[in-house]
């Protein structure tokens, strides 16, 4: 039964048994008796299983088999593309993640912009071209308008951010 293996690779997640987590959550999502809620989710979960067994490719092909369109699996995608050095794809999924929908609420998308804003720092870093320059500064923009849509508060901290950002070699 899908949902019976999906609460035992929950409770192994839970208790750090990452490797045998992900081999479970790979089974529900290939089930096509689960519905497409639980099929996302046990991807998305198997993903972040690998990551954490230190599996990034593994992580990266699971990933790669469906298209799930959520602000998390567009920026956990991202990350996943940058580290195995795939620029092109990761620029594309750091942008996708600013502006998909997610169900897992606002602070995913607010953790996808910080993290589209600190992906073109670095790819910036690594080659200082103009076009990557013209993308680093309009993701850091864009993070630091939607975070003084919020509140006063959070806007000084993303300019501090920000400003840290700028400072690091």
Known sequence: DGNARF???LSLYSQGAYAAAAGL??????DDAASASTRDSALLLCMESNYRAKRMREAYLIGSQRVVKDAHYFLFMGFLQDFLGNYAGADTMFERAARA???MGAGVVREAMLQRARYW???YRRLPDQSIRAKMENARRQYVERECDHSEASCAKARAVMREMEEKP
């Open 7 to 9: 609460e035992r690779a």
């Open 25 to 30: 959550f790979e089974d529900v999502h290939n």
């Open 101 to 103: 929908p997610t169900v």
């Open 121 to 123: 720092t670095r790819r």
